[in-house]
């Protein structure tokens, strides 16, 4: 039998995508644009931590490893990054890929301020790159079903959300003195807010109400530690939203999300692994997962090759695969994320309500 030859021009070019930040979340992200996206290949890993990038690039075949993220935005052989850096360098270095011509991918949140992210949105902007915010949920199997019915009117006009994440613990959080402050809102429950806005899209959040405490470390109350917090978000539809978060549920990682309306109710989530329960002498059970890797294993998959998708279709002039319901994360989601957050912070320090700020520093931003 003879060898089928194709032109070259047949195949597939990959989209090419570079890593800054080897930490737990962008070694993930790693191993699945290495190993589970496919048309992507890991090009290089940038990290400060040249040992932690180099164990990580030996174990996916990576051969480009620095300690400069420039040297990866300099690159030309690079088509995009996926910024996985601690939060507060974010913005600038969505900023400095833009400039560089790179499509970006971030971890949320995309900045810690309203000012400096409108700056690097506006970088984007100008350069016409692709961007994306690693708002995972939206690829998750039930909260897609979800959202495909409130796009097709079964749920009627939202009136009540709610939106929950409970992390895993034991009932005490040996790091908690080393969790930044206000994590609560701008990494924990940032998530709950972005999948509010996309359950109730076309309004825009207006108000919000935030009471926060340390419940399970007490002990760190002083020092401004907050664990558990809930939220209380008006929209201008005149819907009525509840985020709340708790950074040690015992029975495991629980994600959930609901919107009740005119005509009826969609949930989302569930607290358990599968929909395996069992049943003896001790009562009812059931597996329940301890990591946002295993929760959210195909959605972070998922939500890279939503990426590549996207940068391979701007680099090849090709039209994206439409779907039934807006479902990319993009900058107007990741600026009206943190202006909530960034709200509910105010709202905690003021002890009152407080106002959303959802115009852009910069009028040229597009969101």
């Known amino acids: 039998m003879a060898y089928l030859n194709r032109n070259a021009s047949d195949a597939v070019l990959p989209v090419r995508i570079g890593l800054i930040g080897s930490g737990w979340m962008g070694a993930f992200h790693a191993e699945s644009i290495a190993r589970r996206v496919p048309g992507a290949v890991l090009a290089a890993i940038a990290d400060p931590n040249l040992e932690s990038a180099g164990a990580l690039a030996g174990a996916l075949g990576t051969t ?6 420039a040297d990866l935005l300099a690159d030309p052989a690079i088509d995009a990054v996926v910024i996985a850096s601690p939060a507060r360098f974010h913005s600038s270095l ?12 971030c971890e949320k949140p995309a900045g810690q301020g309203l000012e400096e992210l409108d700056a690097a949105l506006d970088a984007v902007d100008a350069a016409g790159v692709h961007f994306q915010i690693g708002f995972n949920r939206r690829y998750a199997a039930d909260f897609q079903a979800a959202k495909k019915d409130l796009a097709a009117g079964i749920v009627g006009q939202p009136q009540l959300l709610r939106s929950l994440t409970r992390d895993p613990g034991t009932g005490s959080i040996g790091h908690a003195a080393r969790i930044p402050a206000w994590t609560i809102f701008l990494e924990t429950l940032i998530h709950d807010f972005d999948t509010l806005n996309w359950f ?11 009471v926060a405490d ?8 002083d020092q401004g530690f907050l664990d558990s917090a809930v939220v209380t978000i008006r929209y201008s539809n005149g819907a009525i939203a509840v985020a709340e978060a708790n950074f040690s549920a ?8 609901e919107v009740f309306g005119s005509k009826g109710m969609v949930q989302a989530g569930r607290a358990t692994e599968t929909a395996a329960r069992r049943f003896t002498a001790e009562g009812m059970s059931a597996d329940t997962p301890r990591l946002n890797v295993e929760l959210f294993r195909q959605a972070y998959t998922d939500e890279l090759a939503d990426f ?3 940068v391979r279709a701007r680099r090849d002039g ?3 695969e439409s779907k039934p319901f807006t479902l990319t994360p993009g900058a107007r989601d990741a600026r009206r994320a943190l202006a909530v957050a960034l709200a509910c912070i105010e709202s905690v320090k003021q002890g009152t309500p407080a106002t959303v700020n959802t115009v852009a520093v910069n009028e040229n931003v597009v969101l």
């Open 308 to 310: 590549a998708d996207a």
């Open 250 to 257: 015992l029975y495991g990682y629980d994600i959930r999300g």
């Open 94 to 105: 969505i900023g400095q890929a833009a400039a560089a011509g790179k499509h970006v991918f």
């Open 200 to 210: 109730n899209e076309g309004a825009e959040p207006v108000e919000v109400y935030a």
């Open 214 to 221: 340390a419940l399970v470390e007490p002990g760190l109350r």
């Open 318 to 320: 090709t039209a994206p």
């Open 64 to 69: 480009k490893v620095t300690a400069d993220a």
